[in-house]
């Protein structure tokens, strides 16, 4: 059974930056691509960031583009996502999701019906 676990969120003023984590537990080979999520009170779950794990390619929400950084380090099983300048806007819970599946194309990469494994959420809180 997989299990993705997400740590680093946390609270921070306007400006700051936060790091979080995915771990990734329970398969025998890596994702083929992952993504990172995230959902506001009231609202739904949108995608921010996508990373194919073979290439390493990115892809990101017009939201956060020049701001986060998705990253991963293979050996650990182990996703990021580096948040810069983070605005009160960013404040959300935060979701680590991984696809076994062929790789989603385009705008299919922040799509939350592309992946089948989620993490419990880390709640991020950015002060104004």
């Known amino acids: 059974q997989v299990q993705l676990v997400e740590s680093g969120g946390g609270s921070v003023q306007a400006g700051g930056s936060l790091r979080l984590s995915c771990a990734v537990y329970?398969?025998?080979?890596?994702?083929?691509?992952m993504g990172w999520f995230r959902q506001a009170p009231g609202k739904e779950r949108e995608g921010v960031a996508s990373i194919y794990t073979d290439s390493g390619s990115g892809y990101y929400a017009d939201s956060v583009k020049g701001r986060f950084t998705i990253s991963q380090d293979m050996a650990k099983n182990t996703l990021y996502l580096q948040m810069n300048s983070l605005e009160p806007e960013d404040t959300a819970i935060y979701y680590c999701?991984?696809?076994?599946?062929?790789?989603?194309?385009?705008?299919?990469?922040?799509?939350?019906?592309?992946?089948?494994?989620w993490g419990q959420g880390t709640q991020v809180t950015v002060a104004s």
């Open positions: 329970g398969h025998t080979y890596s994702p083929s691509f």
């Open positions: 999701a991984a696809s076994y599946g062929p790789l989603a194309l385009a705008s299919r990469r922040l799509a939350v019906g592309s992946y089948e494994y």
